[in-house]
């Protein structure tokens, strides 16, 4: 499975990117695909879930009512909306792929990730 994560960019305080994450090869239809996101010296943090088989979504606390993750079946790609973007939501965003169909959280549950992708928030 190959992932290729796009949509970063610098965006002032308050403003909004989507991000991209195209999978392609042998994912099958049991799998979830998550959003997590890195700042240097801490560790991956999740930021939210979507399972390819039941549309069944999750999200962090922290970005919960202004991230919105969505799928593309024809195109077998997923979307993070990010609105309303803070500072502190400045990090690489990486798209990974499970290969099971549950709300996994844990980067550990992820066998597939994506190359990342820069997002800067300017106050």
């Known amino acids: 499975v190959q992932l290729q994560a796009s949509g970063g960019g610098l965006v002032q305080a308050g403003g909004s990117l989507r991000l991209s994450c195209a999978a392609s090869?042998?994912?099958?239809?049991?799998?979830?695909l998550g959003w997590f996101r890195q700042v240097p010296g801490e560790e991956r943090e999740f930021v939210a879930v979507?399972?390819?088989?039941?549309?069944?979504?999750a999200y962090a606390d922290s970005v919960k009512g202004r991230f919105t993750i969505s799928r593309d079946n024809a195109k077998n790609a997923v979307y993070l909306q990010m609105n309303s973007l803070k500072p502190e939501d400045t990090a690489v965003y990486y798209c990974a792929v499970s290969t099971g169909s549950f709300l996994y959280r844990a980067p550990p549950s992820y066998r597939y990730w994506g190359q990342g992708t820069l997002v800067t928030v300017s106050s």
């Open positions: 090869g042998r994912t099958g239809s049991a799998y979830s």
């Open positions: 979507l399972s390819w088989r039941s549309g069944s979504t």
